[in-house]
């Protein structure tokens, strides 16, 4: 899976009327990169300049049911956008995971009101009434993005030469996140990477040295990544001790990219190991092209699972192998329209493919559950080659290939 999160986009009034008409360039430009390699963006949410994606393979898509995306804005007294924090929650393989892109307070001074925001913003991600655990009770949280938290005490030239130095240990004591993190309980349950590299901010755009204008403000590690697994209650005298995890996360690298310049911050990756015991290993839906070939449609078997709830709103979508999103379909069908026969368990339905010519590009058929909001079945990829499918029979009539 890649999990991105972009602060300080153009938010401008047309580039956001733009954006709402189309594919933000941001959006566009991450699904060329990451659809060849097969991974599809499975959801994503903006408020004003911050933006979040989440991309998985898609062999993962029946098993990755987006629960919500939400935005809460923390600026101007928590009416405006411009800070704030975006959420998506999700369940994965059955765990919950909630994914949190965020833009705290700039300045020294506003520590205090950074560690407000970030106790509000999680505050906000409960949902209610839709069975959704609390936040805290999630199997992971993921928080990153530009949190804005600066070194204390040190001066400027202090902080240039133990970076020029790699003393980067010399920093850490007085990284205001790191303070935090000791004296708040909740925070401290937060983990994060060693800050082996160099602070991310500030630098003058398209080069890599610290600020030099007449602000030059002191270089700190702005941009960061976090992550919290559910807390296990210890196993007391009269508690049964719990059975070991079986969701577990593991980082294996956390590092800037210094050769980027766009910005006066330098983006910052977190690579990491998840290894779980799924609680869902059956999708939904299982989708098989029944292999009846006409010029003009395909015949399509899918099955049910028992605990399965269709909705008349439900569609099949056909996809070449490498689509981007879920509305990246070739054609689709609503489920209910083009129905042959059903039973408690099987389902047939046609889809119309005469739009279709000759290739040789691999296809997938995709059900979308509109209760779910999700990809609840995915097939195996098949080719199309509906030229081919007619053979003639002696009277000179075609037949369709089976």
């Known amino acids: 899976m890649y999990v991105i999160g972009l602060q300080e986009m153009n938010c401008g009034i047309m580039s956001l009327l733009s954006d709402t008409a189309f594919e933000d360039p941001w959006s566009s430009f991450f699904m ?117 938290f600066r070194i204390e005490d040190l001066g400027l030239h202090c902080v240039r030469e133990a970076i020029k130095n790699r003393c980067y240990c010399d920093l850490w004591q007085k990284d205001q996140l790191i303070i935090a993190k000791r004296r708040d309980p909740l925070l401290r349950e937060f983990q994060e990477g060693p800050l082996l590299f160099p602070p991310t901010y500030k630098f003058d755009k398209n080069s890599d040295n610290y600020d030099t204008s007449e602000k ?26 719990l059975p070991a995890s079986d969701f577990f996360l593991s980082l294996k690298s956390y590092i800037s990219h210094m050769m980027y310049t766009v910005s006066d911050h330098k983006p910052v990756t977190g690579t990491f190991d998840m290894e779980l015991k799924p609680l869902v290993c059956v999708p939904l839906i299982t989708l098989v092209p029944e292999g009846l070939w006409t010029m003009e449609d395909m015949l399509i078997n899918y099955f049910l699972t028992p605990d399965f709830i269709s909705s008349s709103w439900d569609w099949i979508g056909l996809y070449k192998v490498g689509f981007r999103h879920i509305n990246d379909y070739v054609c689709y069908v609503w489920v209910t329209d083009n129905e042959v026969s059903f039973s408690d368990e099987l389902n047939q339905v046609y889809i119309n493919i005469s739009d279709i010519r000759e290739t ?43």
């Open 32 to 148: 060329d990169v990451l659809s060849p390699l097969s991974f599809v963006k499975v959801s994503s949410v903006r408020m004003q300049g911050l933006l979040l994606l989440v991309f998985a393979k898609y062999q993962h898509l029946p098993f990755i049911q987006i629960l919500s995306t939400k935005s809460t804005p923390t600026g101007l007294f928590g009416y405006w956008g411009n800070k704030g924090g975006v959420n998506i929650c999700l369940k994965l393989y059955g765990y919950y995971v909630s994914i949190i892109n965020c833009h705290l307070p700039p300045h020294m001074a506003n520590n205090v009101q950074r560690l407000e925001h970030f106790d509000r913003i999680l505050e906000m991600q409960n949902i209610e009434g839709h069975g959704i655990p609390n936040i805290l009770d999630h199997d992971l949280i993921l928080w990153f993005g530009d949190m804005n």
């Open 360 to 402: 040789e590009d691999q296809f997938l058929l995709c059900y979308y559950s509109n209760n779910r909001r999700s990809v609840v079945g995915i097939s195996n990829p098949f080719k199309i080659q509906p030229h081919a499918f007619l053979e003639k029979d002696p009277l000179d009539e075609a037949q369709p290939q089976i």
């Open 216 to 241: 030059k403000r002191k270089p700190a590690w702005t941009d960061r990544i976090l992550w919290r697994l559910k807390r296990q209650p210890p196993a007391g005298s009269h508690t049964p001790r």
